[in-house]
Structure formats: C-alpha cells, structure tokens
C-alpha cells in the first residue's frame, strides 16, 4: 500500500537524450530523483506522436491499479505533442476521486534551461494535494494547471505553450495547487473494450466532401468551419456516410451552433443530416471521445450532449 503518488513514464521530450538530434532514453526512475513519490514505473520510451490508445489503455490500468492500491494521485509523465489529447483520453475514464495528472516538457535536458525537473515537480505537487481531488484528469506544466476538457498545445515550441479556453484551472504557488474553481468531474466512461479507428477531416475551402467516401471506418470527426459548417459536397457525404459523423469547430475555441443558420451544409442542416454536434470539444478530443464512446458501445448522441457541453 502507498499512501504516496505513483509516477509512471511514457517518454517524450523529458526524457530525450543525445549528443546531436535527441531520442526518449531515460526511464521514470532517472526523472523523479529528488522528489517523494511511491512506486515508479517506465511504461513506455517513446515519443509523444507514436503513442497509440492500447498503451494509453495500458498506462489507464496500471493508475487505476495504484489508486487501488492506495496511491494518493497519479502522474503520467509523456510527450506534449499528444499531451492535451491523453489527458483527455484519461479524463473520460477516471473512475476515482484521487487526480491523474499528466505532465511532459518543451525543452529536453540538454537544452539551457530545461523545464522538466520543475513541471514534474509541480504535477507531483498537485497529485498529493487534498484540493485535487475529484477534478479529474489534470494536466500541469510551466506552473499552470489546466483542466483535461479545455486545455490545448497553442504554440510548437514555447515552455508557455499550453493554453485554456477560458483560462488555467489554477497555479502552483510556493509549491502547492491553488485553484479558482471548484471541483466538478463528470461520471466516468466504461473501459473500453476497444477502440475503433477515427479519421479526422478538416473542412476546406472548395471541398467536395469525397473523403468521406473512401472511408470503411466506424466513426469520423469533420473539423468544420465557423460554428460547425460545411461545403454542400461534404454536407451531402455526411448523408450517405454509413457510420457516426461528428462535426466539431475547427477554430480552436468557441461552440458548434445548433439551429442558427438554415442553409445546405449549416450546423441545423448537418443536424437533419444525422450529424452530431460535438459542442466545445475541439476536433482532437471529439476524436478521442468517439473512439472510446464507440470502443464501449456507449451512445454517440447522450455522450457527446453530456461532454460537450459547457460545465
């Protein structure tokens, strides 16, 4: 029993090592040095890009089997190039009150100033705090703690890369959390017993939709435009597509409108068309909630009216 929080790693830019272009090669064991954590594992040592939802579903049950086990909180060490979209992927299925948090770096060790050391310490420092809990999946970086749902990588390179729409959760301040919300956490997914490849398709100018068309999958996401409109070429693929189609915004903040506009290829028209809207989910993460809504059997509609949805 540990009463302390796990840390596992996946690799990622934290872990990059090399005399000239670096690769993952340090385990979780030579990152949390100097720091009080309970059991320690190295999951995985790759980069954040070649991740894929079985170690992600991997990495799930052995958090869960640690909170179990009595672990307070949970961090989940990786790269940030899927950063936003992992912690999501957990945030849909955490079960518990105690927090997992995922955290990476943007510069590696070998860069002046590496931001590593002190991200992990900060994402240690909010998975043991009392005020944590029932928030969650978290993701903490350069001090600022984001919730799973809004938080998005906004720049390629910067230590301050992670952004939220309307702002951090909270800030780690002389060590410890300080929120300025109060805990909200939805109900938790089923594990899914798979988890069905999903395209994801971004709406163009002059678009005529016929991606749709050579697709054999189970699901797809259309990252439209504006409020969740499309081409009439794509409005009229989405009606003969054979599987779920979830339109989401493609802009990077704001909502998909419901029955504002009216005209071929309007979110009311894709509406009629058998789309669903997927609300202030971003494309990315309305990718991950419809594999793993699919993988579970779960209903694409009540799970994304829930999720999507501002709270």
């Known amino acids: 029993m540990s009463s302390q929080v796990a840390v596992a790693s996946l690799g990622g830019t934290i872990t990059m090592t090399g005399s000239g272009a670096v690769s993952p090669t340090l ?14 594992a190295t999951l995985a040592t790759i980069p954040g890009a070649s991740l894929t939802f079985t170690t992600l579903l991997d990495a799930f049950d052995w958090a869960d089997k640690q909170v179990s086990q009595g672990a307070v909180g949970v961090v989940i060490i990786q790269g940030t190039d899927t950063l936003e979209e992992t912690a999501y992927f957990f945030d ?5 009150e105690e927090p997992v948090v995922v955290t990476g770096a943007m510069r590696h060790p070998g860069l002046p100033g590496p931001d590593g050391p002190a991200n992990l310490a ?18 903490v970086i350069n001090d600022e703690i984001h919730a799973a749902r809004w938080v998005r990588k906004a720049h390629s390179s910067l230590p301050s890369a992670f952004e939220s729409f309307p702002g951090p959760l909270g800030l780690v301040i002389e060590g410890a959390p300080q929120y300025f919300h109060p805990a909200h956490q939805l109900p938790a997914l089923p ?7 999903v395209p994801l398709i971004e709406a ?7 991606i749709l068309d050579w697709l054999n999958v189970k699901g797809a996401v259309v990252a439209a435009t504006g409020v969740g409109h499309v081409s009439e070429g794509m409005a009229e693929a989405i009606s ?3 599987f779920p189609v979830v339109v989401a915004t493609r802009t ?6 419901r029955n504002t506009y009216g005209f071929v290829g309007s979110e009311s028209d894709l509406i009629k068309r058998g789309a669903v809207m997927a609300g202030w989910l971003c494309p990315r993460k309305a990718r991950v909630l419809l594999r793993l809504a699919l993988g579970a059997l779960a209903p694409i509609e009540d799970v994304f ?7």
């Open 240 to 242: 003969r597509a054979q």
């Open 92 to 96: 849909c299925l955490w079960p518990h």
């Open 305 to 311: 009216a829930a999720r999507g949805s501002v709270f």
């Open 252 to 257: 990077g903040a704001g909502t998909t409108f």
């Open 204 to 210: 163009t100018l002059d678009d005529d939709g016929a």
């Open 191 to 197: 594990r899914p017993l798979d988890a069905p490849a």
């Open 27 to 40: 385990g979780a064991k030579d990152l949390v040095q100097g720091l009080e954590v309970g059991e320690i």
């Open 122 to 139: 900060a994402a240690v420092a909010v998975a043991a705090a009392p005020n944590s809990r029932g928030r969650g999946a978290l993701l």
